[in-house]
């Protein structure tokens, strides 16, 4: 439901910023779990903050750093669930107990940005998670003609 709740949100739509804050903004009010869901940008050799629902956030994470910079590196998606024991977990807020990165492809197969969801609770995230964010990301990819 969600997802063809997010296509019909983002059909014709190729304001990248506006596409973003919709979307982040859908998945926060669906899943009340989620307390910070939004995009990192790629910039660089950095992801830059981008559109997002929550509380404040970093400006920058570097490549390969924290959960956000390593699942830009290894190019998948990570499912962290205890963010205190990541190593090198950037703490951009003290609130996050668990999260999901997941990598945004171009049609290239390079990584433009990432999908960052937290959770106040342990364990909040799953392979059903997994599965309909990857297919969230994918059709962002599709429609922003990345």
């Given at each position: ?5 997010i ?7 190729d ?5 973003l804050a ?9 899943m ?46 990570l ?8 190593p090198?977990?950037i703490?951009c807020s003290s609130?996050?107990?668990s ?5 945004m492809?171009?049609?290239?197969g390079?990584?433009?940005?990432v999908?960052d969801?937290?959770?106040?609770e ?7 998670d997994?599965?309909?964010?990857e297919?969230?990301t ?6 922003l003609?990345?």
């Open positions: 439901m969600l997802l063809l709740q296509e019909s949100l983002i059909d014709g739509e304001n990248e910023t506006g596409v919709n979307v982040s903004a859908a998945l926060a009010s669906t009340p779990q989620f307390f910070w869901t939004g995009f990192y940008l790629v910039n660089d050799d950095e992801l830059r903050l981008g559109p997002f629902q929550g509380t404040v956030a970093c400006y920058h994470i570097p490549y390969n750093k924290g959960v956000c910079g390593t699942a830009w590196a290894r190019r998948e998606t499912v962290v669930p205890d963010v205190d024991a990541f090198g977990h703490a609130l996050s107990r999260e999901i990165v997941v990598p492809f171009g049609a290239a390079k990584v433009w940005g999908l969801i937290d959770s106040k342990l364990s909040a995230f799953d392979e059903t997994k599965k309909y964010l297919k969230v994918s059709l962002l990819s599709k429609q003609g990345k």
